[in-house]
Antibody, heavy 126, light 110 residues
Framework: EVQLVESGGDLVQPGGSLRLSCAAS????????MNWVRQAPGKGLEWVSY????????YYADSVKGRFTISRDNAKNSLYLQMNSLRDEDTAVYFC???????????????????WGQGTLVTVSS | SSELTQDPAVSVALGQTVRITCQGD??????VSWYQQKPGQAPVLVIY???NRPSGIPDRFSGSSSGNTASLTITGAQAEDEADYYC?????????????FGGGTKLTVL
């Protein structure tokens, strides 16, 4: 059974830092790209960051670029999100999600999240 | 950057059919996936690709796409389908790949 378990959420002051972790089990972690997605209280979902299976490629949403760093340790089956210079608007539940990408028989590209963790709450407030 | 637009709220009578739509320029190039989220829970994938359902998702859920609009159809809505629904796709603007969610549609089953 695939499991993703986030941890590290906390109350932090504006300008502070926090590191989130996501422990993966039940699948070959090193074979999949992984993502962080967040959801502010009462708001919709926002994709935050992506890392490829080998850590060779990372992408970030414009809202976090330059402040957040995604990383992974395939030996530990773990995904991380280092968050620096935190702002009030970073307050959210942060989910890790396994990404699946493929090209279908017509050559069309597909990308989706097939498994999600339960999330960890980050609150940025003074 | 481009956007995915969803109606904020939709309602359907129990057992009837409802269509939830997602509009965006990037949908002319990329497929969407659809996620169901109930209060206090993580999102759940319900449709991906052209019209594929993960194991465990009832066949009353289906997806379609035409031009810049993708749709999630629930045929014979059940009380347990009441939830928020989000579309998700690639953002085709900018130099590097980004992904984006629609704003979400709150489905009420009457």
């Amino acid at each position: 059974e695939v499991q993703l378990v986030e941890s590290g959420g906390d109350l932090v002051q504006p300008g502070g830092s926090l590191r989130l972790s996501c422990a993966a089990s039940g699948f070959t972690f090193s074979s999949n790209g992984m993502n962080w997605v967040r959801q502010a209280p009462g708001k919709g979902l926002e994709w935050v960051s992506y890392i490829s299976s080998s850590s060779g490629t990372m992408y970030y949403a414009d809202s976090v670029k330059g402040r957040f760093t995604i990383s992974r340790d395939n030996a530990k089956n773990s995904l991380y999100l280092q968050m620096n210079s935190l702002r009030d608007e970073d307050t959210a539940v942060y989910f890790c999600a396994r990404g699946i990408n493929y090209y279908d028989t017509s050559g069309s590209y597909h990308y989706y999240f097939d498994y999600w963790g339960q999330g960890t709450l980050v609150t940025v407030s003074s | 950057s481009s956007e995915l637009t969803q109606d904020p709220a939709v309602s359907v009578a129990l057992g009837q059919t409802v269509r939830i739509t997602c509009q965006g320029d990037s949908l002319r190039s990329y497929y969407v996936s659809w996620y169901q989220q109930k209060p206090g829970q993580a999102p759940v994938l319900v449709i991906y690709g052209k019209n594929n359902r993960p194991s465990g998702i009832p066949d009353r859920f289906s997806g379609s796409s035409s031009g810049n609009t993708a749709s999630l159809t629930i045929t014979g809505a059940q009380a347990e389908d009441e939830a928020d629904y989000y579309c998700f796709s690639r953002d085709n603007s900018g130099n590097h790949p980004h992904w984006m969610f629609g704003g979400g549609t709150k489905l009420t089953v009457l």
